[in-house]
């Protein structure tokens, strides 16, 4: 068995007005270039890990044709949930509604074989900054006017509430996962960590659990030739989106 990751897929069958390449011609039919590339390396025995940002659906219904496309890849797969997955509500519903080849986590771990699986999506957090790894290229559907500084103070401290309770929800996950399993994964949507890999909360969660692997995505337009993250105390760190993967699917194990 081969684990492979692959994340942000940002899939749109059910909703056609959001299909990427308004990012740039690289996203232009970038289902069918994953579609390719998943078909001819995934075994049906092999376990593919999906960190979040699946779906442009708002609900759950449009959410279908994208889950039926990921079940139609070849091998079992595993997500959770990113900043975009809107249609991602009740978890009952959800997994109600996934295909047998998919699992969902949420506020718990999944055991594979031996692998024991965890995660959550995670905030933006003031620990890190990547805006000077990203070549940002402005674009229609993200055209926002700029927050005055009231209004920047009020999101900081929006957005360490909720990061807060993502570590909550990280800290569930952890302790559902198999202690004894052999190999132990998290997937994160945003970064735990920064590029360098300075420490951070979740690094410290990580170490403590004893994690091999964390794979995350979320980050796009990565400016070209970094080579960002790696292994800090015995953790490694992979960024998984599926751009900064040239859209093939990354080997963990």
Known sequence: MTIWAIGDLHLSFGCK?????VFGEGWLDHHEKIRLLWDSQVKPTDLVLIPGDISWAMHLEEAIADLEWIDKRPGFKVMIKGNHDYWWQAIGK????LPKSIHAIYNDAFLWNDVAIGG?????????????????????REAKPPLNEQAMTKKREDDE?????????LDMSLKAMK??????????????????LQPSRVSKMMEEAHIQHVLFGHLHSVKKGLNLF???DNVHYQLTSCDYLNFTLLKVL
């Open 161 to 169: 509430k909720i990061f807060q309770r993502e570590l909550l929800r």
């Open 94 to 97: 959800v997994r109600r509604a």
């Open 179 to 196: 202690r004894d399993a052999e190999i132990k994964i998290v997937m994160t949507h945003y970064p735990p960590i920064g590029a360098n």
């Open 230 to 232: 790696g292994t800090k």
């Open 17 to 21: 007005s959001k299909e990427m390449h």
């Open 120 to 140: 959550t999506r995670l905030w933006d957090s003031q620990e890190y900054d990547f805006a000077q790894y990203i070549d940002y290229q402005k674009n229609a």
